[in-house]
């Protein structure tokens, strides 16, 4: 298995529902969140990488919007995920 999946496997025992839940926006935005944070060291030691500059913000703007749905829904579920994934708002 690569770490990728190592790594979203271990996402989906901890957000999900179940083991098959990917759909769900908890699941999402903790995926998301882990992207944003491995892009984020990367482009400290790469500054000049373009392509990854714009795929983190693309990111940020959709973890922005799957958060907005997921207060509106769910407010309980929104402070919850909040809160474990240190982010702040």
Partial sequence: MS??????????EKYGKNSNDT?????????ITERINY??????????D????RTLTVLI????GLLSYLEKNSNAEYKKIIEQLGLRK
């Fill in 23 to 31: 759909g769900s926006a908890q699941v999402q935005i903790a995926i």
């Fill in 61 to 64: 703007s959709r973890r922005k």
């Fill in 50 to 53: 373009f392509g990854s500059r």
């Fill in 3 to 12: 770490t990728q999946k190592i790594e979203k496997s271990k996402i989906l």
């Fill in 39 to 48: 892009l984020s060291k990367h482009l400290a030691e790469n500054p000049k």
